[in-house]
């Protein structure tokens, strides 16, 4: 069982930063890949990054074209917590913010959620 307790949101103009951290029970290196997606009133949550675990204790990113240049995800591995950085926000950043972490099983995939933090950009 993995527990994710997100932090980090708020209320920010636009232009402004925030970094979002997600605090991972056990191991961060147990799992394959820790990702960040949004929900926003009356929106399907989306994909807006992922850390992939690479060999070594390195690792790999992808993000969703809209927040490309922005954001930035990375991950401590000593700490157990991922983060995103967040610059240049807009309004339509505006959502709430959920830590997601997928492992594969014989028979597809583990996933655990966090509960998520509010991420209001005023104009």
């Known amino acids: 069982q993995v527990q994710l307790v997100e932090s980090g949101g708020g209320l920010v103009q636009t232009g402004g930063s925030l970094r979002l951290s997600c605090a991972v029970s056990?191991?961060?290196?147990?799992?394959?890949?820790i990702s960040w997606y949004r929900q926003a009133p009356g929106k399907q949550r989306e994909l807006v990054a992922a850390?992939?675990?690479?060999?070594?204790?390195?690792?790999?990113?992808t993000y969703a074209d809209s927040v490309k240049g922005r954001y930035t995800i990375s991950r401590d591995n000593a700490k157990n917590e991922v983060y995103l950085q967040m610059n240049s926000l807009k309004p339509d950043d505006t959502a709430v913010y959920y830590c997601?972490?997928?492992?594969?099983?014989?028979?597809?995939?583990?996933?655990?959620w966090g509960q998520g933090t509010q991420v209001t950009v005023s104009s």
């Open positions: 997601n972490a997928r492992n594969p099983v014989i028979d597809g995939f583990e996933e655990y």
């Open positions: 056990g191991s961060i290196l147990r799992i394959s890949v």
């Open positions: 850390i992939f675990r690479g060999g070594g204790g390195s690792s790999s990113s």
